[in-house]
């Protein structure tokens, strides 16, 4: 019997498996794992919350022809949980910002994100995108009526919220509606602020709910806002932004203007984080690590050039996409700072800990170093 053919077929078996073994351990190191490294390793240092396993869920609600896009976050335990209402920016899901949903979930509290369909990623897919006019597309979402609009939907969803709780949900009924934070990135931030009175008298007058603290990334302000405004805000505030929070729709001109929230708060226990090198992408929590954009797909059309008839307006990207797509990774100490300040205020405003309130006054400012500054 003739085994030559059966022999190489074994030997070539062999060594492609070798080489399929060997390809994989010269495979240069995950950066993203490397990335995620570097924040736990600075998070190391920092303020040490309870921490416990999550589970969670997403779905799509129907409200009279309405979609809106609900994800929830918590830990896995027994007890009565305080709960988070996180708004996430202009342009993206209710996945959005879930580098600290996951952050607040781990140190104890129930994270429902909401999101309605005329604000999520499908925005990016509007005229006013394809031609790179993002400022005019943020124009139509931070009116007085689609803030109306966006109270409107939360309302209803918090109303499905407690209805499915009184029904007997287990994750939703372990709520503590006594406990109630609003935080926000971006244009979530303007939502936020109306639910603490900050904006239009009355506004938010229709959400049952009395938030306990505000926890806001790249707060809104508008141009011609009146500081007195913001000292109307009863809850205490943690308000982050930075040096880079550069506004990609162009809306609010500079993150100085972002600070003047955070200056005119007069609510005890209220916190400003200025951040030296965090962009807005960074502050949003979400997709943190992402490769930069090839220049081929920065706004060119399948010939390689940038549609014609409008100008490229600062922060905009011709050819529409998000204007936050491609960048690159942030600094982790950044992220760390937003995390571990977060949870830290937190836990020091809603479940006061001393350990949290002694590391924000006293340890914080030490470990920010040259990243940034609590005022």
Same mark, same amino acid.
């Given at each position: ?148 609009? *966006?109270?409107?939907?939360?309302? @209803? ?54 938030? *306990? ?54 609510? %005890? ?11 807005? @992408? ?17 706004? %060119? ?75």
């Amino acid at each position: 019997m003739n085994l030559q053919p059966r022999y190489w077929l074994a030997v070539g078996a062999l060594v492609g498996s070798l080489g399929l073994i060997a390809g994989c351990a010269g495979d240069p190191p995950n950066p993203r794992a490397a990335f995620s490294e570097r924040v736990n390793k600075e998070l190391s240092t920092a303020y040490q919350p309870s921490r416990y396993e999550t589970a969670g869920w997403g779905a799509t609600w129907q409200f009279d022809q309405q979609a809106v896009e609900v994800a929830w976050l918590a830990p896995v335990t027994h007890e009565r949980l305080p709960l988070i209402i996180y708004l996430p920016g202009l342009g993206e899901s209710a996945s959005g910002g879930v580098a600290w949903r996951k952050a607040w979930a781990q140190a104890g509290y129930g994270v429902l994100s909401v999101q309605g369909h005329a604000h999520d990623p499908s925005v990016f897919a509007s005229q006013q995108a394809l031609y790179g006019d993002f400022r005019g597309m943020a124009s139509g979402h931070y009116s007085a009526a689609s803030l109306r609009d *966006r109270l409107s939907t939360l309302q @209803k969803v918090l109303a499905e919220v407690r209805a499915r709780a009184a029904k007997g949900d287990p994750q939703l009924a372990a709520i503590d509606w006594n406990q109630v934070v609003v935080a926000g990135f971006d244009l979530g931030t303007q939502t936020a602020e109306a639910l603490a009175g900050a904006l239009e008298p009355g506004a938010a007058s229709g959400v049952a709910i009395q938030p *306990r603290a505000l926890l806001l990334l790249s707060p809104y302000v508008d141009a011609d806002a009146r500081p007195d405004r913001f000292a109307r805000i009863s809850a205490p505030v943690l308000s982050m932004t930075g040096q880079q929070d550069e506004d990609p729709f162009n809306w609010v001109s500079s993150y100085r203007q972002r600070e003047v929230l955070g200056e005119s708060v007069t609510v %005890a226990g209220s916190v400003q984080l200025e951040l030296n090198s965090a962009t807005h @992408k960074t502050l949003s929590g979400s997709e943190l690590f992402s490769r930069p954009a090839k220049k081929a797909d920065k706004g %060119a059309d399948a010939s390689g050039d940038a549609p014609k008839g409008r100008g490229h307006k600062h922060g905009s990207r011709p050819g529409g996409g998000s204007p936050m797509a491609g960048e690159p990774a942030p600094d982790p100490k950044q992220v760390a700072a937003i995390q571990a300040i977060g949870v830290a205020f937190l836990d020091s405003r809603i479940k006061h800990n001393p350990a949290a309130t002694e590391w924000l006054h006293n340890g914080a400012p030490g470990w920010l170093g040259e990243a940034g500054r609590l005022k």
